[in-house]
């Protein structure tokens, strides 16, 4: 069974420019989360998704992130327009269990520089 | 809110040497402690977990137990090798019906053969 997905691995954009990020969740997984790592600083969740709803989105830093799960399948995250503070690693992970209770499996990461 | 603190890296040990890494954590109510592993080029991945009081996760050679009255969940092994190395991050979930993670800094891990 494939894990969970994430596209581009890298990616280098200017300040200004715009970037989407893609998850491919684990099949059959409701849940996916976004988390982001900024250089030195710890893992700070960004936003839950159960199926197609946003469920919560309390840790979106501002208005220049989108994210998106048309269909509850694989989600993107937009950063528009990008600026140096986004640079970072997004991690996407995903579960199955609406309880909270199971594992959530996590994605390699995207590495976000912006310059 | 919550929030976790581990001890400072870079941990440079060589193979066979003994391994701590602290975590102390600040949360409400009872919540459940994990250690995440993430290996070069990888992503993250569940090491162990407790998810109560006295309870002791384990997995790979590596432990950790939640110990409540010192608000601790360090992670230890009796034996490090080569393939251990990787940045060891610990984390909380506070009770709540989703996967919400708490994390800390991280600290890289390098041993040395």
């Known amino acids: 069974e494939a894990g969970v997905t994430q596209f581009p691995s890298h990616s280098v954009i200017e300040k200004g420019q715009t970037v989407t990020l893609r998850c491919d969740p684990i099949s059959g997984h409701d849940n996916l989360y976004w988390y982001r790592r900024v250089m030195g600083k710890e893992i700070k969740f960004l936003l839950h998704?159960?199926?197609?709803?946003?469920?919560?989105e309390s840790g979106m830093p501002n208005n220049r992130f989108l994210a998106e799960r048309t269909g509850g399948t694989y989600s993107t995250l937009k950063v528009q327009p990008a600026e140096l503070e986004d640079s970072g690693v997004y991690f996407c992970?995903?579960?199955?269990?609406?309880?909270?209770?199971?594992?959530?499996?996590f994605g390699q990461g995207t590495r976000l520089t912006v310059v | 809110g919550d929030s976790v603190t581990q001890m400072e890296g870079p941990v440079t040990l060589s193979e066979e040497a003994f391994l701590t890494i602290n975590c102390t954590y600040t949360a409400t109510g009872y919540p459940s402690l994990f250690w995440y592993v993430q290996y070069p080029g990888e992503g993250l991945q569940l090491l162990l977990k407790?998810?109560?009081?006295?309870d002791k996760g384990s997995n790979k050679g590596f432990e950790a137990t939640y110990r409540k009255e010192t608000t601790s969940f360090h992670l230890e092994k009796g034996s490090v090798q080569v393939s251990d190395s990787a940045v060891y991050f610990c984390a909380l979930k506070s009770g709540g019906s989703n996967y919400k993670l708490t994390f800390g800094k991280g600290t890289l891990l390098t041993v040395n053969p």
């Open positions: 407790a998810t109560k009081a006295d």
């Open positions: 992970a995903s579960s199955q269990d609406p309880q909270g209770l199971a594992e959530a499996f």
């Open positions: 998704f159960v199926k197609e709803s946003k469920q919560d």
